[in-house]
T-cell receptor
């Protein structure tokens, strides 16, 4: 069965530093998609970045990038030059063939990021 | 302006009652979803619809019934409410490409926070 695990419950960093959030996943499928979302204090859930399993190069989007290690079933999120407004809960999610024709995403529990001035 | 509108934002109900959670999306998407976020649990997939047809149902209880009167509407009716149903319910949408699985991101509404007393 598909599973997404985020072991870090919370992380605190100083503003303008780089932070990495871990995520490991389980799937039997050779083709799958990995996503990171952010949930702000207001509860809004926003898409950040995506990695397609068949792509070797790590995805980047603004000050977000991914560290995709397929042999380890790992997809870390890297945020560079963190800002106060990056404080939020970050969710890793996966879509594989279990969600075929349904669009289903399986989410991790989330990592709370606190950015301090 | 929000592109996915959920009503109401907050909802308090008594045990045993019935409530309907409203969702409308104005993104032109043909796939819509319901997810539930409970305390200490990850975002859980509940239902997916594509072109107003049910694609997947991962809820164990028939007390949860989605209703799609229009392509851009997906309401959620919950009957015989229980305190365990207390959660924030998120509606989401995406563009269904017709592929078995796709890398399309989900767009989320702001959620309806349901409290069952």
């Amino acid at each position: 069965a598909q599973k997404v695990t985020q072991t870090q419950t919370s992380i605190s960093v100083m503003e303008k530093t780089t932070v990495t959030m871990d995520c490991v996943y389980e799937t039997r499928d050779s083709s799958y998609f990995l996503f990171w979302y952010k949930q702000t204090a207001s509860g809004e859930i926003v898409f950040l970045i995506r990695q397609d399993s068949y792509k070797k190069e790590n995805a980047t989007e603004g000050h977000y990038s991914l560290n995709f290690q397929k042999p380890k079933s790992s997809i870390g999120l890297i945020i560079t030059a963190t800002q106060i407004e990056d404080s939020a809960v970050y969710f890793c999610a996966m879509r594989d063939l279990t969600g075929a024709n349904t669009g289903k995403l399986t989410f991790g529990h989330g990592t709370i990021l606190r950015v301090h001035p | 302006d929000p592109k996915i509108i959920q009503k109401p934002k907050y909802l308090v109900a008594v045990t045993g009652s019935e409530k309907i959670l409203i969702c409308e999306q104005y993104l032109g998407h043909n796939a819509m979803y319901w997810y539930r976020q409970s305390a200490k649990k990850p975002l859980e997939f509940m239902f997916s619809y594509s072109y107003q047809k049910l694609m997947d149902n991962q809820t164990a209880s028939s007390r949860f019934q989605p209703q799609s009167s229009k392509k851009n509407h997906l309401d959620l009716q919950i009957t015989a409410l229980k305190p365990d149903d207390s959660a924030t319910y998120f509606c989401a949408s995406s563009q269904d490409t017709g592929a078995p699985i796709s890398n399309e991101r989900l767009f989320f509404g702001h959620g309806t926070k349901l409290s069952v007393l």
